[in-house]
T-cell receptor
């Protein structure tokens, strides 16, 4: 069974600070997707990483896929209040289903 | 194209009643997934379709749950004899999958929040 451990589960920081969220597994994933979710809404896709060692940037967000495709990180630089939300990492199952294996999520609160 | 839509957005029902949810995927997508999310957790896979064929069901999906995608377009998820433990957000996602590879990026709908009293 493929599992993803996401940490930390909760993060409360001041505006302007930097932060990193981690996703770790003992399993290899064919790709990994990061989502952001607002209360009462569905997850919104931020980025997909496919190649081991890949780094993608989305404005102040930097996503990295581990060399062995077992782990990933999300780094936010100079966080803003608008970054507040639930961040989810999801590995694409190595089976043919393509189903997503989600981490538990990181609830980020950015205080002004 | 307006993305994945789900209906209703909220459903409150009494224990023992049946409920049905609908999902309309992105039109050119051949795969449709159902997930369930409880408070404070990430979504969990329930089942998925490729076109009209249901190809996998999770152990989470008891006999009271049934899903269909009759013409390979919209899908319905029915829960019979609801229980309080069924209270959750039910999410639908769609993707375009091709056998030569690709990341199978999934796009989610807004979800249906079910409350069983």
């Amino acid at each position: 069974t493929q599992l993803l451990e996401q940490s930390p589960q909760f993060l409360s920081i001041q505006e302007g600070e930097n932060l990193t969220v981690y996703c770790n597994s003992s399993s290899v994933f064919s790709s990994l997707q990061w989502y952001r979710q607002e209360p009462g809404e569905g997850p919104v896709l931020l980025v997909t990483v496919v190649t081991g060692g890949e780094v993608k940037k989305l404005k102040r967000l930097t996503f990295q896929f581990g060399d062995a495709r077992k782990d990933s990180s999300l780094h936010i630089t100079a966080a803003q209040t608008g970054d507040t939300g639930l961040y989810l990492c999801a590995g694409v199952s190595s089976s043919n289903t393509g189903k997503l294996i989600f981490g538990q999520g990181t609830t980020l609160q950015v205080k002004p | 194209d307006t993305g994945v839509s789900q209906d209703p957005r909220h459903k409150i029902t009494k224990r023992g009643q049946n409920v049905t949810f609908r999902c309309d995927p992105i039109s050119e997508h051949n795969r449709l997934y159902w997930y369930r999310q409880t408070l404070g957790q990430g979504p969990e896979f329930l089942t998925y379709f490729q076109n009209e064929a249901q190809l996998e069901k999770s152990r989470l999906l008891s006999d009271r749950f049934s899903a269909e995608r009759p013409k390979g377009s919209f899908s319905t998820l029915e829960i019979q004899r609801t229980e309080q433990g069924d209270s959750a957000m039910y999410l639908c996602a769609s993707s375009f999958f091709w056998t030569s590879g690709g990341a199978n990026e999934q796009f989610f709908g807004p979800g249906t929040r079910l409350t069983v009293l």
